[in-house]
Nanobody, 128 residues
Framework: QVHLVESGGGSVQSGGSLRLSCAASGFPFQYYIIGWFRRLPGKDPEAISC?????????HYEDSVKGRFTISRDSAKNTSYLQMNSLKPEDTAVYYC????????????????????WGQGTQVTVSS
C-alpha cells in the first residue's frame, strides 16, 4: 500500500525556517520524481519544487521560492525534504508532496494532475 506522509509543518514567524519531510512507502522511491506543492487558502495547489530520481537527481524551483527553499531526497530513508528558509507570510499554505515514476523527463514538465501518489499535506503558517 502506497503512503506519502508529510511532516514538519507548523507556525513560525516571518524570516524563520522549517524543514518539511515526506516519508514514502509502498513503491520504489528511488525511481520516482518527488514534487512539492502548496495550496494557498481558496486557491488550487501550485507546484513549488521537484527533484528527479536518485540515479542522477536534478532539481527545479518556482520563482516564488527560488533561493529560499531547498529540495533534497534520501533514498536510504525513502524520504524527501523541503528546507524552507526566510519564510514570508505569503508562504502560508498547506504543503503536499507527490510522487510520479521518473521516465526521464524534466520534473517541471510534469503537471500536478499527472502525479500518481499524494500525501495528505501539512500546514505551514508564517506570521508577520
Amino acid at each position: 500500500q502506497v503512503h506519502l506522509v508529510e511532516s514538519g509543518g507548523g507556525s513560525v514567524q516571518s524570516g524563520g525556517s522549517l524543514r518539511l519531510s515526506c516519508a514514502a512507502s509502498g513503491f520504489p522511491f528511488q525511481y520516482y520524481i518527488i514534487g512539492w506543492f502548496r495550496r494557498l487558502p481558496g486557491k488550487d495547489p501550485e507546484a513549488i519544487s521537484c527533484i528527479t530520481s536518485s540515479s542522477d537527481p536534478s532539481t527545479h524551483y518556482e520563482d516564488s521560492v527560488k533561493g529560499r527553499f531547498t529540495i533534497s531526497r534520501d533514498s536510504a530513508k525513502n524520504t524527501s525534504y523541503l528546507q524552507m528558509n526566510s519564510l514570508k507570510p505569503e508562504d502560508t499554505a498547506v504543503y503536499y508532496c507527490a510522487a510520479d515514476f521518473d521516465s526521464g523527463q524534466a520534473c517541471d514538465d510534469i503537471h500536478r494532475e499527472e502525479y500518481a501518489y499524494w500525501g495528505q499535506g501539512t500546514q505551514v503558517t508564517v506570521s508577520s
